[in-house]
T-cell receptor
Framework: AQKITQTQPGMFVQEKEAVTLDCTYD???????LFWYKQPSSGEMIFLIY??????QNATEGRYSLNFQKARKSANLVISASQLGDSAMYFC????????????????FGEGTQLTVNP | GAGVSQTPSNKVTEKGKYVELRCDPI?????LYWYRQSLGQGPEFLIY????????DSGLPNDRFFAVRPEGSVSTLKIQRTERGDSAVYLC?????????????FGPGTRLTVT
């Protein structure tokens, strides 16, 4: 069974600094995808970044990058130049299956990390 | 274009009553998902539709929960004989299709409170 672990219930960072949010995963599948979502206090889940298990390069999207270490089964999110609007809950999630496959379409989420950006 | 919408945004009901929660996915998205999020936790999968059919309903907690998507667009999650433990935020998401590559876009959720 797939499992996502986020060991940091809360993190604090100063505005304009970088922060790393940890995520480790467990799966027996060779093909899977890793996702990060942001959930502000309004409640909506906002997609941030995706990493496929066969992708050779770490994914980047603007200020977000994913530090993917396959052998260690970790997929940490790095936010550079933090902004006050980055304060939110962050969830790491995984779905099993290779690109093009519909099997294992569900997302399995971790318990989240509450990030607070201080001015 | 319009995102995923869910109605109602809040629902308060008495224990034992029946409720329906509605999800309107992004136009053209064939895959639709329901998740449940309890306070302080990550969302938990309930059911996944590919088109009109439920491709995976293994996350439904018991037979009081049922969902339909009769025309392959709007979906309704139905909960019979509600219990206080059903109180949570119910999130709907849609995806271009059900393949592993595409991200899921979430709606704002319906907060269900069973008194």
């Amino acid at each position: 069974a797939q499992k996502i672990t986020q060991t940091q219930p809360g993190m604090f960072v100063q505005e304009k600094e970088a922060v790393t949010l940890d995520c480790t995963y467990d799966t027996s599948d060779q093909s899977y995808g890793l996702f990060w979502y942001k959930q502000p206090s309004s409640g909506e889940m906002i997609f941030l970044i995706y990493q496929g298990s066969y992708d050779e390069q770490n994914a980047t999207e603007g200020r977000y990058s994913l530090n993917f270490q396959k052998a260690r089964k970790s997929a940490n999110l790095v936010i550079s130049a933090s902004q006050l609007g980055d304060s939110a809950m962050y969830f790491c999630a995984m779905r099993e299956g290779a690109p093009g496959e519909t099997s294992g379409s569900r997302l399995t989420f971790g318990e989240g990390t509450q990030l607070t950006v201080n001015p | 274009g319009a995102g995923v919408s869910q109605t109602p945004s809040n629902k308060v009901t008495e224990k034992g009553k029946y409720v329906e929660l509605r999800c309107d996915p992004i136009s053209g998205h064939t895959a639709l998902y329901w998740y449940r999020q309890s306070l302080g936790q990550g969302p938990e999968f309930l059911i996944y539709f590919q088109g009109t059919g439920a491709a995976d309903d293994s996350g439904l907690p018991n037979d009081r929960f049922f969902a339909v998507r009769p025309e392959g667009s709007v979906s309704t999650l139905k909960i019979q004989r509600t219990e206080r433990g059903d109180s949570a935020v119910y999130l709907c998401a849609s995806s271009l299709d059900g393949t592993a590559t595409y991200e899921q876009y979430f709606g704002p959720g319906t907060r269900l409170t069973v008194t």
